[in-house]
């Protein structure tokens, strides 16, 4: 199966991942890191997998786009910090992805 093929919030598996499409060429996995499937890529769509039950697919996807956006700024965060801060920098990180599960 193909990417445009599936609907938007639709889960499917690519390279061993399971995603969440999010745009007619993105994709947002399981983790919260976006990513480009390319139109040539056969996908496994998850059908038979119940998705999370009262909450809207477009909540969903807002909240791995929030989680990818706080990993870039975390990931700067952290080349900027000194040795002392990155330790405090992990910590609130773990702090803020649990607040937002």
């Known amino acids: 199966m193909k990417l445009q093929q599936l609907p938007m919030g639709a889960r499917f598996e690519?390279?061993?991942l399971v995603y969440v499409?999010?745009?007619p060429l993105?994709?947002?996995s399981e983790t919260g890191v976006q990513?480009?499937?390319p139109r040539y890529?056969?996908?496994r769509a998850l059908l038979d997998v119940p998705v999370?039950?009262?909450v809207p697919i477009k909540e969903r996807i807002e909240a791995a786009r929030v989680r990818v956006a706080f990993d870039r700024y975390y990931e700067i965060s952290q080349r900027l910090a000194d040795e002392s801060?990155?330790?405090e920098l992990a910590l609130a990180r773990l702090s803020f992805l649990e607040a937002i599960k």
Do not use: F, P
Request: hydrophobic fraction near 35%; glycine fraction near 20%.
């Open 14 to 16: 690519y390279e061993g």
């Open 21 to 23: 499409k999010t745009g």
């Open 26 to 28: 993105t994709a947002v």
């Open 35 to 37: 990513r480009i499937i």
């Open 41 to 43: 890529a056969s996908l």
């Open 52 to 54: 999370e039950s009262g």
């Open 85 to 87: 801060g990155r330790a």
